[in-house]
């Protein structure tokens, strides 16, 4: 008997970054393997009129105090320590998810996402730069004229596309998002539940 | 080596039930009773420039969707089954509200909160109503006519008032918040966190 888990991510998003450093420790008790989802937060943003929680409550006092206080727990608890805040912050991630689209049925699907969670959020790169991207894919060992070429190609454009579209249609209307089977969990602050229902649909 | 918490609550706000019917399963866990602190919702919205999430959301597409699939996991989880959408909702809590500061001293306290809380979100009453409200404290056991005259005087309106503003200036923008020690957790989804709070502070 097996689980499905998707997670649906965008690298811009910095709590899927902490996702994906603490998805392994769920892999590993758990025996089950993530299935990584990309999708365009922004696509999402707009389709279900959704705006960042740092926009949402810019004006309520406490609220994003507290979301800092929530990160720095969670980092914390995870012993997260190369994270940096990418200086280039919101950084438009078409190029890169697009590339996610391609290398999805890749040998090397797993390096060009941490490959890229790596640019984006420990070295702080602008990723949205082709040639910026390109040399950090480049040195990461992945054949970057390859990735950032399909990036221009019609039929990766619209997966993208599709794929963020799918994810709004099953309930979707951020990020970080997981599915275990047909049950969603939003926030970093959920994998917790995560794991307790891939145990339970693991019987 | 004890440890304090509080739980900062409004009977208006049915995410304060919820918590409510859990708190004693963590109680008897952990073996610390939380204190119960009466706070204004409507002031600390105020004050805070705060929205309920129902407002906050309303035109997110998922979003609220999803809030109430979290609900329903919760109440499954939980095994609450008395819950009933209180009808006159958003009900107007100030009556209420200044009663619990008023009997937070008596030696009824706890027989209050509950009356109140099944008044609410079990029996469905309009709660901001004297009459009713009265009838049913009375019917709970409670000296009513105590309670509700002491809503009218200064001194306990103004401890409502000072109870809601410290809240605030702890750092809450909401409910339902717990504090244990110095540590907020705002949600009835964070009890779990509020739970290993506890035991870490317990040492």
């Given at each position: 008997?097996?689980?499905?888990v998707?997670?649906h991510?965008?690298?811009?998003?910095?709590?899927?970054?902490y996702?994906h450093?603490?998805?392994?420790?769920?892999?590993?008790r758990?025996?089950?393997?993530?299935?990584?989802t990309?999708?365009?937060?922004?696509?999402?943003?707009?389709?279900?009129?959704?705006?960042?929680?740092?926009q949402?409550?810019?004006?309520?006092?406490?609220?994003?105090?507290?979301?800092?206080?929530?990160?720095?727990?969670?980092?914390?608890?995870?012993?997260?320590d190369?994270?940096?805040?990418?200086?280039?912050?919101?950084?438009?991630?078409?190029?890169?998810?697009?590339?996610?689209?391609?290398?999805?049925?890749?040998?090397?699907?797993?390096?060009?996402?941490?490959?890229?969670?790596?640019?984006?959020?420990?070295?702080?790169?602008?990723m949205?730069?082709p040639?910026?991207?390109?040399?950090?894919?480049?040195?990461?060992?992945?054949?970057?004229?390859?990735?950032l070429?399909?990036?221009?190609?019609p039929?990766?454009?619209?997966?993208?596309?599709?794929s963020?579209?799918?994810?709004?249609?099953?309930?979707?209307?951020?990020?970080?998002?997981f599915?275990?089977?047909?049950?969603?969990?939003?926030?970093?602050?959920?994998?917790?539940?995560?794991?307790?229902?891939?145990?339970?649909?693991?019987?």
């Open positions: 008997m097996s689980v499905t998707e997670f991510y965008d690298f811009g998003s910095p709590n899927t970054y996702c450093r603490v998805i392994p420790e769920i892999e590993r758990t025996g089950i393997r993530f299935k990584y990309p999708v365009l937060l922004g696509g999402i943003f707009r389709s279900t009129n959704n705006i960042p929680p740092i949402q409550f810019a004006e309520v006092k406490n609220k994003l105090e507290y979301h800092a206080l929530e990160t720095a727990r969670f980092v914390k608890k995870h012993d997260i190369r994270f940096v805040f990418n200086p280039a912050f919101p950084v438009n991630t078409l190029l890169l998810m697009r590339g996610a689209i391609f290398a999805s049925d890749k040998e090397y699907y797993e390096k060009y996402i941490e490959a890229s969670y790596q640019g984006m959020w420990e070295l702080g790169l602008d949205s730069k040639d910026l991207a390109g040399k950090h894919l480049s040195e990461s060992g992945l054949p970057a004229e390859e990735i070429s399909s990036t221009q190609s039929d990766v454009k619209q997966q993208l596309i599709d963020t579209a799918l994810s709004v249609e099953k309930g979707n209307f951020g990020s970080p998002t599915f275990v089977g047909n049950e969603m969990f939003f926030g970093k602050d959920r994998l917790y539940h995560v794991e307790e229902e891939i145990i339970k649909q693991l019987g």
